[in-house]
């Protein structure tokens, strides 16, 4: 076998090139997770593989062991890489049109704020985000990691400029659910207003107040 795929040690990049790869093969063929761990085990001839494992690799929420990691660079070996954010930075860059030069690269924590539900009206979420923004040809790439005490997802995105402000469009890494926002700058990081769309049911539902699976946020971003 080609020694390359006995690989068992991966850098964080690499780590995030085999999640891209696994789930746009997801999204291609339209299947889930154990889906996909059925198809992982069936290729690699192997059995037992933790859904559970494959899921928290996918959503980029701890550091998965190297051997799972190894299993899933196999698989996905073969598979093709797209960049998605790329194209539409680049489609919505030329959209706007330039901004006014300000630089929003960096690492932000974001505190954000409900500002529409039921009961929790003005009161800050039980967690906060952490958003890293690197600069990109025309536009900026972001990806948002959001962890409370009931929810830790994971957003990919853009941010492009129009005109004073930021316009950040993101998705759920796992569930594709939007997440968008409109940034100005202030001193050091910025602030803005924005939406999160949930599909939310449950002990989440009654916690926000969720009757439309839509979540008006105000958020701060300060930067790290």
């Given at each position: 076998m080609d020694?390359?795929?006995?690989?068992?040690?991966?850098?964080?990049?690499?780590?995030?090139?085999?999640?891209?790869?696994l789930l746009f093969y997801m999204k291609e063929h339209r299947i889930g997770v154990p889906a996909l761990t059925q198809r992982i085990e069936i290729a690699l001839k192997r059995d037992g593989l933790p859904v559970k494992t494959l899921q928290r690799f996918l959503a980029g929420r701890m550091r998965t062991h190297d051997p799972f990691v190894a299993l899933c660079y196999r698989f996905a070996a073969g598979l093709t890489t797209p960049d998605p954010i790329a194209e539409l930075g680049e489609r919505l860059s030329i959209f706007y049109g330039a901004g006014t030069g300000h630089d929003y690269s960096g690492i932000y924590v974001s505190d954000p704020e409900v500002i529409d539900a039921d009961f929790m009206l003005g009161q800050n979420l039980p967690g906060s985000s952490l958003i890293e923004i690197s600069a990109q040809a025309g536009f900026y790439r972001v990806t948002e990691k959001v962890v409370s005490?009931?929810?830790?997802?994971?957003?990919?995105?853009?941010?492009?400029c129009s005109g004073e402000a930021a316009v950040v469009l993101l998705k759920d890494r796992l569930t594709n659910l939007a997440r968008n926002y409109m940034l100005w700058p202030e001193n050091d990081g910025m602030c803005g207003r924005g939406g999160n769309a949930r599909f939310a049911s449950g002990y989440a539902s009654e916690i926000w107040g969720l009757t439309k699976g839509f979540e008006p946020l105000s958020l701060r971003l300060r930067k790290k």
């Open positions: 020694q390359a795929l006995e690989r068992q040690t991966f850098t964080v990049a690499e780590r995030e090139q085999i999640r891209k790869k005490e009931i929810e830790y997802a994971t957003y990919d995105g853009v941010l492009v």
